[in-house]
């Protein structure tokens, strides 16, 4: 039995294997990305300015939304020790402040010849798909190092 805590290795890995969080993206965790990347652009930052959009008020930035991907990747499946090789990202919907999303993976394929894990991504807010798309990574090996 594997404990996930402390990572999977690849061997330990199936394809259908899959893990999730949710989280609720606050307008504070949205002001520290905007601050930790420097992007101020209104439709995240500035409320009055939102109002005016076809969104009818402030969302999340994508990217935000995608780190809850890698949070899962990081800490759920595979783990710790993971390195990200690749994602791809599709944007369906905005994310509103204070709303719970919650972020998926699973895996689809395994490569044994060079130690990577292919998964589905999906972030959801209220059954709405908002993110989707494939991450790629490489995973520790009991008999392959990294």
């Known amino acids: 039995m594997n404990d996930a805590s402390a990572g999977y290795f690849f061997e330990d890995l199936s394809i259908g294997m899959s893990a999730e969080i949710s989280r609720t ?3 504070d965790d949205i002001e520290h ?7 101020f652009n209104p439709i995240h930052v ?3 300015w939102a109002q005016q959009t076809r969104f009818k008020g402030r969302i999340a930035h994508g990217m935000l939304t ?5 949070s899962v990747l990081g800490t759920r499946l595979p783990g710790l020790g993971a390195i990200y090789v690749r994602q791809t990202l599709e944007f369906h919907a905005p994310v509103r402040p204070e709303t719970v999303v919650n972020s ?15 998964l589905e991504t999906t972030c959801t807010c209220e059954g709405t798909t908002v993110l989707s798309g494939e991450a790629v990574l490489l995973v ?4 392959r190092p990294i």
């Open 25 to 27: 993206v606050t307008s």
């Open 33 to 39: 990305f905007a601050a930790a990347v420097g992007d």
């Open 46 to 48: 500035d409320e009055a």
């Open 66 to 70: 995608g780190g809850l991907i890698s």
């Open 104 to 118: 998926h993976v699973c895996i689809t394929r395994l490569d044994p010849t060079r130690n990577r894990v292919y």
């Open 140 to 143: 520790k090996s009991h008999v």
